[in-house]
């Protein structure tokens, strides 16, 4: 009798032990599951961030180019580049869908408007390169004011891609915290 109620009891603590494994093994996968999906969200988001950084760099590049070489293959990079300038937009939007924090689509459109004073810059030393200033051209992209409007447009995706470089940490910190928890 004894026995068979000791056997009894084991055989409810190893159903309950494993019952309690399936568990912990589901609240993994669903904490990874969740983590994956922010991540996956993050990485998103600083893609779309490097990508603008990077629009801005080629257009540097590009509107210089020309200045210096007179190259017409530059000028049509650049007016390729400048046609892709509703990206900002299309990150926006991306953002708005993917919930990001309202500051994140304030600083993308901000540096919208930056970039189009840069625009601007651009365009004025391509036509003062056409007319055969390329001193005032050369000036123009290679300034302190062109260089301190594209700073200024860097700027605010730069505190984005701080941002969520930190928001990654955290998640992660935050995962490693949950999985010793679990185990």
């Known amino acids: 009798m004894k026995l068979a109620r000791i056997s009894n009891l084991l055989t409810w603590l190893v159903a309950g032990l494993l019952v309690s494994a399936c568990v912990s093994v589901w609240l993994a996968f669903e904490l990874n599951g969740r983590y994956r999906a922010e991540v996956d969200q993050l990485h998103r988001a600083g893609d779309a961030i490097?990508?603008?950084?990077?629009?801005?760099?080629?257009?540097?590049?590009?509107?210089?180019?020309?200045?210096?070489?007179?190259?017409?293959?530059?000028?049509?990079?650049?007016?390729?580049?400048?046609?892709?300038?509703?990206?900002?937009?299309?990150?926006?939007?991306?953002?708005?869908?993917?919930?990001?924090?309202?500051?994140?689509?304030?600083?993308?459109?901000?540096?919208?408007?930056?970039?189009?004073?840069?625009?601007?810059?651009?365009?004025?030393?391509?036509?003062?390169?056409?007319?055969?200033?390329?001193?005032?051209?050369?000036?123009?992209?290679?300034?302190?004011?062109?260089?301190?409007?594209?700073?200024?447009m860097l700027a605010p995706l730069q505190s984005i891609e701080k941002a969520l470089h930190e928001q990654g940490r955290a998640q992660v910190n935050q995962v490693e915290h949950n999985a010793r928890t679990a185990m």
């Not at 970039?115 to 300034?143: N, P």
């Open 50 to 152: 490097n990508h603008l950084q990077l629009l801005a760099h080629q257009r540097s590049m590009a509107v210089r180019s020309y200045v210096s070489t007179t190259e017409e293959f530059y000028y049509r990079d650049y007016q390729a580049l400048r046609e892709s300038a509703n990206d900002f937009d299309q990150v926006v939007q991306s953002f708005v869908i993917q919930r990001m924090p309202e500051s994140y689509v304030m600083q993308v459109l901000a540096a919208r408007d930056k970039s189009a004073l840069m625009g601007e810059y651009e365009l004025k030393a391509f036509e003062l390169a056409r007319a055969g200033d390329w001193k005032q051209a050369i000036e123009k992209v290679f300034g302190q004011e062109y260089q301190q409007a594209s700073l200024t």
